[in-house]
């Protein structure tokens, strides 16, 4: 009797019937509890917080084209515009960061899915906007090394503390695994430097100055490492580009920001 065959019959059989019961939960939790849709509000049969329609109007004509963006910076580019050094907007600016990728503008129904992101209780939302994500940037995604790290902008301990939550972590948890990278968390933030919205630029940029810091300076686990920096919305830079230079201080060679949304 071969006692190692019969112990992997058993492991076999042992995930089949895991995996069988997890579908049943999965099917029974669907029918009790159908899944409604982020944007329109109905309800659908595809599992995720969008219906067919309305993820493919976000990936869609809602979404950024391939190659309709500056790779520096995000922002809409035309057919024939420069982008060696970034494009007429940021080249030439000091951004902290090196590249950016984003799903699409802040208007519309993106703006209005980040805006309830911002909410505890809609952190269910924010697995199905990083496979959006995922899906519209994959070739940018796939050319990444494949040790990069995965990392999310960090709130202050107060201010996650007042919203229950970091919107920020869970889209780089979804990221992460859509992309099959690992999510780590190397940098804090030190200072609590309240809401930037209304803010203007020089004044964003002054108010997260040093607001952020790696856990260790220089961290090894960094040196010479590409890091894919999550946030929701990228405005003028200026908080993942605090970020970015915490990480670049503590040993990361190279930052791609990567975000849902990119305010115009």
Not at 59 to 75: E, V
Not at 177 to 196: D, H, Q, Y
Not at 237 to 254: D, E, N, S, V, Y
Request: with cysteine; aromatic share 6%.
């Amino acid at each position: 009797m071969n006692v190692g065959a019969i112990l992997r019959g058993h492991a076999v059989i042992s995930r089949a019937i895991v995996r069988g019961w997890y579908a049943c939960g999965r099917a029974a939790g669907d029918l009790l509890f159908p899944w409604y849709c982020a944007v329109c509000g109905s309800d659908h049969s595809a599992r995720g917080p969008f219906c067919e329609t309305c993820r493919a109007r976000l990936l869609g004509p809602g979404s950024f084209a391939a190659g309709s963006t500056c790779p520096r910076c995000a922002l809409p580019i035309g057919p024939h515009s420069l982008v060696e050094g970034g494009c007429s907007q940021c080249r030439g600016d000091a951004l902290g960061f090196d590249a950016a990728i984003a799903l699409g503008p802040y208007q519309g129904d993106l703006r209005e899915v980040c805006l309830k992101l911002k909410h505890e209780p809609n952190a269910w939302i924010a697995p199905g906007l990083s496979a959006l994500l995922a899906t519209a940037r994959a070739l940018e995604l796939a050319a990444l090394p494949r040790d990069t790290w995965v990392v999310p902008v960090p709130l202050h301990w107060s201010r996650r503390i007042g919203r229950g939550y970091n919107q920020a972590e869970e889209l780089a948890r979804g990221l992460a695994r859509a992309a099959g990278l690992p999510l780590l968390r190397p940098i804090r933030r030190t200072r609590a430097t309240g809401k930037l919205a209304g803010m203007k630029k020089a004044d964003r940029f002054l108010a997260v100055k040093d607001a952020f810091r790696a856990r260790h300076v220089p961290d090894p686990r960094l040196k010479g490492r590409t890091v894919l920096l999550v946030d929701d919305i990228l405005t003028t830079g200026a908080t993942t580009g605090a970020a970015a230079r915490a990480l670049k201080k503590a040993g990361a060679k190279r930052v791609v920001v990567a975000v849902v949304a990119r305010d115009l």
